[in-house]
């Protein structure tokens, strides 16, 4: 049978006969239609699908027509779990049940997902020597009664998660796996999954580790990558990879990480640690005495260079923390990392122990990839990329924060071009955000290095002129005035107030979030609004069921719920832009960003700050309506957007048939 797409979503194919509710959506039809072309010729396709158009079953019926019919393999990539979830466990298996012909789908995890079951049984067996706290030995023993009853051993099975010191003594980890010579080999969850993976035909997973896939084959030619070999490849949430990539192309090095490993190995002060706990004959000892002392050695090294990167932040950084000079920072860490790798590698060709051996080559190798990302974070090693230190929270018992030192690629385009869309592959970017303006690809297109994409935009089918209402006060201050904040949270308050509730509230930094929310929190909680607020430790999903068991709800959030968050129905009926969404202009990958156009004698402010602006600002407005009987207000507290001349853009980004009721 040859599948058609047309007869799939027509309003008496299979699809509609199977899903109640099901209506035919002109802009789908093309959407597939586009998709199959690209796939046939292909091409690479720029898709922004507006709400409602049912992007999903659009590329996935083409990419299960090439699986069945050529043989193909394709990749569909998401920034989201949400949608990953929504993807294997709704989307594909309707059409699975509707299209007689038999593919496979799997989703495609990272390694370090999945539990080791050797792993687990020296782990518990060490136990006593490995972990010093209750907690630690209780996160144990729920791992291990988990792990004989889950049948895919990945962490999202796991009912609740451990401690990072625990899943690191058990997870999968490709430096210690033993192969075939692993006693649990043939019950090995990650290696199960891996065939899985080879054998599948369309395979799902996330932009980090697509990316992270690139960035391998990039270094190691087309057989590095962790994804086996594919003909296609569909990213959706396609407004999220310039920054996913810039990540994967760049290195981070954290004091954590580099503390986390060395008192996996030993912890000076108990005497618990891998190479306390593991099993090993006379000839041993004395490389163990010395690995103890390199760990000694690399404590100190540590304190050292995280110390003098926070002096050198307190005394010479700008406030972004951008480092502009190599060798600003001595590097102290990367000889002793070292001398430990070397040292680990000496004793694990001393000992008898097979498995001690595999540990030891990891954490060898864990040891020398720090010393790697010091040396060339410290010496700008990286062409192409900005270079910055991050402060994090407080250490334990510490007198200053947590530190980390990374670096991004500045201009991801000449990776992905060469890369990506240089390839023989059909490539499809699909988002409700791609275009600046109605028709306008050419930020998305030169941002991620793709020459002359084939582009289609598709308009919601919702009428959004019927369902939403948007409001603009052109009165408030500037955020330089005296009083701004005090008149931002007023009219927010009485925003909220107007619909009983019901209300994201959007905010471009945390500092003015918690300003309004000192002034307004205990008014609402008084008038009986449930508050939720972003950035209190609460994780965002907690803060989303919280938000949707209410009507009456209000939620304050900053940049992630801005874009990728789906409430439906009355529980979110008032959307409060409290600014546009302009970048943080002092962020270091913005300054670069902009130092870099400014060089090719580009405006930086039109060509990358305002269209970014726009599609946030299009996401932030987007999530007001995601169905069709969803209705509302978006409320846009920043005059600019009617005062300014590129005000007109945020406005013609907008879905047909909105008008703005302007106050003031």
């Given at each position: 049978m040859t599948l058609s797409v047309d007869m799939l979503l027509s309003d008496t194919g299979a699809i509609a006969r199977r899903l109640s509710g099901f209506e035919v959506r002109p802009q789908q039809i093309l959407m597939a239609s586009a998709v199959e072309r690209a796939f046939e010729e292909r091409q690479r396709l720029f898709v922004e699908a507006g709400t409602g158009v049912g992007k999903s079953f659009a590329y996935l019926i083409p990419a299960i027509r090439r699986i069945v019919e050529r043989g193909e393999r394709v990749v569909v990539a998401t920034n989201t779990i949400s949608l990953q979830e929504q993807l294997i466990e709704k989307d594909i298996p309707l059409l699975n049940a509707v299209i007689p012909e038999e593919f496979s789908s799997v989703l495609v995890k990272g390694r370090g997902n999945y539990v080791s079951l050797r792993r687990l049984k020296l782990a518990s067996e060490r136990e006593g020597r490995l972990f010093g706290h209750d907690e630690d030995r209780n996160d144990l023993r729920r791992v291990e009664k988990w792990a004989y009853q889950t049948t895919d051993g990945s962490l999202a099975t796991l009912p609740q998660l451990p401690r990072s010191e625990v899943w690191d003594q058990v997870q999968s980890d490709a430096h210690n796996c033993m192969g075939r010579r692993c006693p649990t080999f043939d019950k090995c969850f990650y290696q199960a999954a891996r065939r899985r993976m080879d054998n599948g035909q369309l395979l799902i997973t996330n932009h980090a580790l697509f990316f992270a896939d690139l960035a391998m084959r990039a270094r190691a030619g087309a057989t590095g990558g962790v994804l086996p070999n594919y003909h296609h490849v569909i990213l959706d949430e396609a407004h999220e990879i310039e920054d996913v990539a810039a990540e994967n192309f760049g290195i981070r090095l954290s004091e954590s990480g580099v503390r986390h490993l060395l008192r996996t190995l030993y912890q000076v002060s108990?005497?618990?640690?891998?190479?306390?706990?593991?099993?090993?004959?006379?000839?041993?000892?004395?490389?163990?005495?010395?690995?103890?002392?390199?760990?000694?050695?690399?404590?100190?090294?540590?304190?050292?260079?995280?110390?003098?990167?926070?002096?050198?932040?307190?005394?010479?950084?700008?406030?972004?923390?951008?480092?502009?000079?190599?060798?600003?920072?001595?590097?102290?860490?990367?000889?002793?990392?070292?001398?430990?790798?070397?040292?680990?590698?000496?004793?694990?060709?001393?000992?008898?122990?097979?498995?001690?051996?595999?540990?030891?080559?990891?954490?060898?190798?864990?040891?020398?990839?720090?010393?790697?990302?010091?040396?060339?974070?410290?010496?700008?090693?990286?062409?192409?990329?900005?270079?910055?230190?991050?402060?994090?929270?407080?250490?334990?018992?510490?007198?200053?924060?947590?530190?980390?030192?990374?670096?991004?690629?500045?201009?991801?385009?000449?990776?992905?071009?060469?890369?990506?869309?240089?390839?023989?592959?059909?490539?499809?970017?699909?988002?409700?955000?791609?275009?600046?303006?109605?028709?306008?690809?050419?930020?998305?297109?030169?941002?991620?290095?793709?020459?002359?994409?084939?582009?289609?935009?598709?308009?919601?089918?919702?009428?959004?002129?019927?369902?939403?209402?948007?409001?603009?006060?052109?009165?408030?201050?500037?955020?330089?005035?005296?009083?701004?904040?005090?008149?931002?949270?007023?009219?927010?308050?009485?925003?909220?107030?107007?619909?009983?509730?019901?209300?994201?509230?959007?905010?471009?930094?945390?500092?003015?979030?918690?300003?309004?929310?000192?002034?307004?929190?205990?008014?609402?909680?008084?008038?009986?609004?449930?508050?939720?607020?972003?950035?209190?430790?609460?994780?965002?999903?907690?803060?989303?069921?919280?938000?949707?068991?209410?009507?009456?709800?209000?939620?304050?959030?900053?940049?992630?719920?801005?874009?990728?968050?789906?409430?439906?129905?009355?529980?979110?009926?008032?959307?409060?832009?409290?600014?546009?969404?302009?970048?943080?202009?002092?962020?270091?990958?913005?300054?670069?960003?902009?130092?870099?156009?400014?060089?090719?004698?580009?405006?930086?402010?039109?060509?990358?700050?305002?269209?970014?602006?726009?599609?946030?600002?299009?996401?932030?407005?987007?999530?007001?309506?995601?169905?069709?009987?969803?209705?509302?207000?978006?409320?846009?507290?920043?005059?600019?957007?009617?005062?300014?001349?590129?005000?007109?853009?945020?406005?013609?980004?907008?879905?047909?048939?909105?008008?703005?009721?302007v106050q003031g």
């Open positions: 108990t005497g618990r640690g891998y190479l306390s706990a593991m099993r090993s004959d006379d000839a041993a000892e004395t490389v163990i005495e010395d690995a103890i002392r390199c760990i000694r050695d690399c404590e100190s090294a540590a304190d050292r260079q995280f110390d003098a990167l926070w002096r050198w932040h307190e005394e010479f950084a700008e406030s972004s923390g951008r480092m502009r000079d190599k060798d600003a920072v001595r590097d102290h860490l990367s000889g002793p990392m070292l001398q430990l790798a070397a040292t680990l590698r000496m004793l694990r060709d001393r000992i008898a122990n097979e498995a001690d051996q595999f540990e030891l080559n990891s954490y060898a190798a864990r040891a020398e990839g720090h010393a790697t990302g010091a040396r060339d974070l410290l010496a700008q090693a990286l062409a192409g990329c900005v270079y910055w230190v991050e402060i994090g929270k407080k250490r334990r018992g510490g007198e200053r924060p947590n530190i980390t030192v990374v670096c991004a690629a500045v201009d991801v385009g000449p990776i992905l071009r060469e890369h990506l869309f240089a390839q023989d592959k059909g490539v499809v970017l699909t988002s409700a955000t791609l275009a600046t303006s109605h028709g306008d690809f050419r930020h998305a297109a030169i941002r991620l290095g793709c020459d002359d994409p084939q582009t289609l935009e598709l308009g919601s089918p919702f009428d959004y002129a019927r369902l939403v209402t948007l409001i603009i006060d052109r009165t408030m201050p500037e955020p330089n005035h005296p009083d701004y904040e005090d008149e931002l949270a007023g009219r927010v308050l009485s925003h909220i107030r107007e619909t009983d509730g019901g209300a994201f509230v959007l905010f471009t930094s945390f500092r003015t979030l918690n300003a309004v929310a000192e002034r307004i929190a205990d008014r609402l909680v008084d008038d009986n609004f449930p508050l939720h607020i972003q950035g209190i430790g609460v994780p965002r999903n907690t803060l989303l069921e919280r938000f949707r068991t209410d009507d009456r709800s209000v939620l304050f959030g900053v940049a992630s719920f801005w874009q990728g968050v789906d409430v439906r129905g009355r529980a979110l009926r008032n959307v409060i832009i409290t600014r546009l969404p302009f970048e943080v202009p002092d962020r270091p990958i913005v300054q670069a960003r902009h130092e870099l156009i400014e060089s090719r004698g580009g405006k930086p402010f039109s060509e990358d700050s305002l269209p970014r602006a726009v599609l946030r600002f299009k996401q932030g407005f987007g999530r007001l309506v995601r169905s069709s009987t969803d209705e509302g207000r978006v409320v846009v507290l920043d005059p600019r957007i009617v005062t300014k001349r590129y005000g007109c853009m945020f406005l013609d980004a907008l879905p047909d048939g909105i008008v703005a009721r």
